[in-house]
C-alpha cells in the first residue's frame, strides 16, 4: 500500500538512509510528527524554546545564521539538547548553487553544517549536481537531504513540471534524498513506465501549518494538522511562529502549551490517516 497508509514504525524498516529511519522511529517512539521551527534571534529565546518543546518534537529546525549571538557553544547544547530530548536537527539551509559552491556551504565556513545537522534541505534549480555535491559530504557522515518540491508561500513556482522535475532528481539518489519539503505525497510523481517506483517511500515535511492563522502579512499560507496529514499524506507538520508568536521574550509555558497542542494535532490526523 501507498506509504502514507503504513505506520511511521513500518516504514522505518524499510529506510536504508540513517537519518530517514531515526527519524521515523523517533516519531513512532514520542508519538510525535511536529517539527517546531526555530526561526528566532536571540539564543536565550532559542534555547528556551528548545528546551520547552524537546519532549514533543521529532524534528528541531534551524535557520542557523538569523541568530545573533552565534557561537560553537550553541552548536554543543544544540547537540546536548537533540540526545536528552531524542530529536533530530534539520539546519533549514535551502541549498541552491552548483556542486562545488555547496560542498563548502555544508561542510566550511562558520557553521560546517554537515557536523550537525542530520538533515538539510536543497533547491531543485541547479539540477542534480546539487544533490550530487551534497551527498559527497553528506553520505560519509550518515546525512539526510531534503529537496524543495513544492513551497508554501503564495505565488511560487514551484509547480507543475518543476515539482516533477524535483522528483525525478529525488528518485535518481533515493540514498541521500530522503524526502520533499511540500504539500502532497510525492511518490510515482513525474516516473515513465521503465521507472522502477516500487517501494518507493518519501518523507514529505509539510510547512505552512497553522491552528489559528490561514497566513501572514509576507506571503506565508497556513493549513491545518488535519488538512496537511490526514488529507493530503504529509509526515511531519513544521511550525514556527503557531507555537512561539514573536519569539521574543519566549514564555515557556505558553510555548509548551502549543507545541503540546500542535502535537495532539498532527498525532490525531495521522492515527486517523493510518486507521483508514
Ligand atoms: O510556521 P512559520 O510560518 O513561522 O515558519 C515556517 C518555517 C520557516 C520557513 O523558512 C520554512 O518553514 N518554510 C520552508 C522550509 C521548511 O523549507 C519551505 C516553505 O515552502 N515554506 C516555509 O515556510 O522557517
Not at 493530503?232 to 503540546?260: P, T, W
Request: proline share 3%; aromatic share 8%; glycine share 8%.
Amino acid at each position: 500500500s501507498s506509504p502514507h497508509l503504513q505506520t511511521y514504525n513500518e516504514r522505518a524498516k524499510k529506510h536504508a538512509n540513517k537519518a530517514a529511519k531515526a527519524l521515523l522511529e523517533i516519531m513512532e517512539e514520542k508519538q510525535s510528527n511536529l517539527s517546531v521551527s526555530v526561526d528566532v534571534t536571540k539564543s536565550k529565546d532559542f534555547f528556551d524554546i528548545i528546551e520547552a518543546v524537546g519532549p514533543h518534537v521529532c524534528l528541531r529546525k534551524t535557520h542557523i545564521d538569523v541568530l545573533e549571538d552565534f557561537d560553537a557553544t550553541v552548536i554543543d547544547r544544540l547537540r546536548e539538547l537533540s540526545e536528552k530530548h531524542k530529536f533530530l536537527i534539520f539546519e533549514d539551509r535551502k541549498f541552491a548553487d552548483i556542486g562545488s559552491t555547496v560542498v563548502l556551504q555544508y561542510s566550511k565556513g562558520i557553521y560546517k553544517i554537515a557536523d550537525w545537522a542530520h538533515i538539510t534541505n536543497a533547491h531543485a534549480v541547479p539540477g542534480p549536481s546539487i544533490i550530487t555535491g551534497l551527498a559527497s559530504v553528506g553520505i560519509p557522515k550518515d546525512r539526510g537531504l531534503i529537496l524543495l518540491a513544492e513551497m508554501s508561500s503564495k505565488g511560487a513556482l514551484t509547480t507543475g513540471s518543476y515539482t516533477e522535475d524535483a522528483v525525478r532528481m529525488a528518485r535518481a539518489r533515493r540514498d541521500f534524498v530522503i524526502g520533499f519539503i511540500a504539500q502532497h505525497r510525492m511518490e510515482g510523481i513525474g516516473a515513465s513506465d521503465t521507472d522502477n517506483i516500487a517501494g518507493e517511500d518519501f518523507l514529505v515535511l509539510a510547512p505552512g501549518v497553522g491552528l489559528d492563522a490561514t497566513g501572514d502579512a509576507m506571503g506565508q499560507q497556513y493549513r491545518t494538522p488535519e488538512q496537511v496529514v490526514f488529507e493530503s499524506g504529509c509526515d511531519v507538520i513544521i511550525v514556527g511562529r503557531g507555537i512561539y508568536g514573536k519569539g521574543e521574550n519566549v514564555d515557556a509555558r505558553e510555548v509548551l502549551k502549543q507545541a503540546q497542542r500542535y502535537q495532539a494535532a498532527g498525532w490525531e490526523a495521522y492515527k486517523k490517516r493510518v486507521q483508514r
